[in-house]
């Protein structure tokens, strides 16, 4: 029967995969986390010459763990064999920001990686292929690349601001003390930096007398308004100073969250936060790479539409709109 048939593999690529989050990556998706439990992977992993040795390292790793559904991994410092035929890129390579510094002092080295690559993945990737963009900055990242690489389906073109949604949904799960999987529908809009809008309006939490708004739950504006917002806006630079070390583990897993939903579908009555190109939703710019709230069903996201928006949330929206339409003129600004 159908069921039975294995399924023809799939080729992802993770870019600095010798890098930290690419050392959580590449184990989870050969476990199939990102793509389902019976979906064979072939991985190609692409990094800079001076981590040639490291790479060569994590494939023997791959090698040594025996993944049943891994069917090959290509590893390798030349992105043109990197991206031949890739159905889904995770573009992770970069450089990560330190303690001290915003998520926009990473642009220059950033951008201009994200315009070469942006070629090698229209010439040689798959048709159709799903780019997922991490590396910060990371909404204008994935800008510079759709636009160096016009032939691809700006559908096609994404950043990763899941972390930030898995973060909120994280601290509204432990100050309700409730499962985290019982909460659902926060959003994330705009940037993934301290601008950006964890937005809880619509946020509602599973209980045994059904589904009830996490603002009545909460019942404490001050701690919405205030602490939750600039916990979820500051927590990457919590975790730099606590660790040393930029996320990692959270963000290959959300990178998972994000590719698994966006190919598989979210679930009924649920959406997710994506970084998308922006069609002028919700008076957003058209033209900015901005996370919205977003259904997937066969393989294609959606903005959820007619969501209300208070006074509140619409200087925040737009806050973080002003800051990608100034990351997108200083993006341009270092490519000259
Ligand atoms: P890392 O320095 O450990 O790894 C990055 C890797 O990229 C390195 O191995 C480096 O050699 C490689 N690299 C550099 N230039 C490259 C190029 N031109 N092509 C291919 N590879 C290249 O950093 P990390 O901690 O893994 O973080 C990677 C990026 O992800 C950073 O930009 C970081 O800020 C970002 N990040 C984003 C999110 C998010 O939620 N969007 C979360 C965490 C980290
Ligand atoms: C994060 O959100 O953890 C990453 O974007 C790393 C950073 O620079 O904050």
């Known amino acids: 029967s159908l069921s039975t048939m294995a399924k023809e593999p799939v080729r992802v690529l993770v870019t600095g995969a010798a890098g930290q989050i690419g050392y959580a990556l590449v184990p989870m998706i050969a476990r199939g986390v990102m793509l389902g439990a019976d979906q064979p992977v072939i991985l190609h992993m692409l990094d800079i010459p001076p981590a040639a040795e490291a790479l060569n390292g994590v494939k023997m790793e791959l090698v040594d763990a025996a993944f049943p559904l891994l069917k090959g991994v290509v590893a390798t410092t030349d992105a043109i064999e990197a991206c031949t035929g890739v159905n889904i890129a995770v573009m992770v390579g970069g450089f990560p920001r330190k303690e001290g510094m915003e ?55 994404t950043c990763l601001t899941r972390l930030d949604h898995n973060r909120a949904l994280g601290q509204v799960s432990e100050r309700l003390n409730v499962p985290v999987s019982d909460v659902k529908n926060v959003i994330i809009w705009g940037n993934h930096s301290s601008t950006q809008y964890p937005d809880v309006n619509h946020a509602t939490v599973t209980t045994s007398a059904g589904e009830k708004p996490v603002r009545q739950l909460v019942a404490d504006d001050e701690w919405l308004h205030g602490d939750f917002i600039s916990t979820v806006q500051q927590r990457g630079a919590a975790i730099i100073k606590a660790r040393k070390l930029s996320s990692a583990l959270s963000a290959a897993s959300s990178a998972c969250d994000h590719i698994r939903d966006w190919v598989l579908g979210t679930p009924e009555g649920t959406w997710v936060s994506m970084g998308v190109y922006s069609d002028g939703s919700y008076n957003v710019p058209a033209g900015l790479i901005y996370s919205f709230p977003v259904t997937c069903c066969n393989g294609d996201w959606t903005i959820v539409q007619g969501l209300a928006i208070d006074d ?14 100034e990351e997108k003129a200083l993006a341009y600004s270092c490519l000259t």
């Open 103 to 157: 998520r926009k002092d990473v642009m220059s080295k950033n951008v201009a990686i994200y315009k070469s690559q942006a070629s090698a993945l229209e010439k040689h990737a798959a048709a159709n292929c799903k780019v997922l963009v991490v590396a910060n900055p990371a909404n204008t990242n994935a800008l510079i690349l759709k636009e160096f690489a016009p032939s691809i389906p700006e559908k096609n073109i």
């Open 312 to 325: 509140l949330s619409r200087k925040k929206l737009d806050l973080t709109a002003e800051e990608l339409t």
